[in-house]
């Protein structure tokens, strides 16, 4: 079973296709009125224009922050006004980045204001991928802010949205947080469920995670059987 996870070298450069898409029509226009020579000059201004530059401390938080999370965080925090300058496609880039990086540290999230915009923004113009990791950290925002109902529709629904097998990381999280959510309102049958399908996820993955999901399952078991 092949798991589709989200390539983050990518994570800035898809509306770069829409734009692109808007400059062919503006050559088109031009060439119905000029020669090929300055139609072929137009395209590489309009694509100088249109394709936009990812800012390099992006780059190089985006690198940084699976094993230096510390280092990316201060570098985002850093460039806070920077980001107000740039495209939207990046500042919307750069708050989910910011999320993931919180998330991370185990810095509690204490407003939704931003990831709501971003989740917005991705439901419209995509990718997929960063749609379904807005709803996630949307759901982990609504758990720190102790509402409950909106996280666990957040993280339901990316479950109801996305396959199983293309998605096996985030499916595992996700189930992960929803056990979370359950065994702190002892529901032991709900969370025993939740705790299942991860290490299910998290052993076709072998990831470090199982250990931790094994454990808690093995806890609730005995709660259950009381």
Known sequence: MKSKTIDNSNLFFYNGRKALFHCCIQLYQIMKKSNAIISILTLFICISSCVQQTPSFMEQANTLYLNHTDSAYLLLTKERETIKKQDKSVQMNYHLLMAKIQEKRNERHTTDSNLKIVAQYFEEYGPFEQQLESYYYLGCTYRDMNKTAKALDYFQNILDISEDDSYIELHE??????????????????????????????????????????????????????
Request: aromatic residues 14%; glycine residues 4%.
């Open 173 to 226: 999280s996700t189930h992960f947080q929803l056990g979370n959510i359950y065994a702190s309102y002892m529901l032991k049958y709900e969370a025993l469920e939740a705790y299942q399908k991860a290490y299910q996820y998290s052993q076709i993955r072998k990831d470090s995670i199982c250990f931790l999901v094994a454990l808690s399952v093995k806890t609730l078991i005995r709660g259950v059987r009381r």
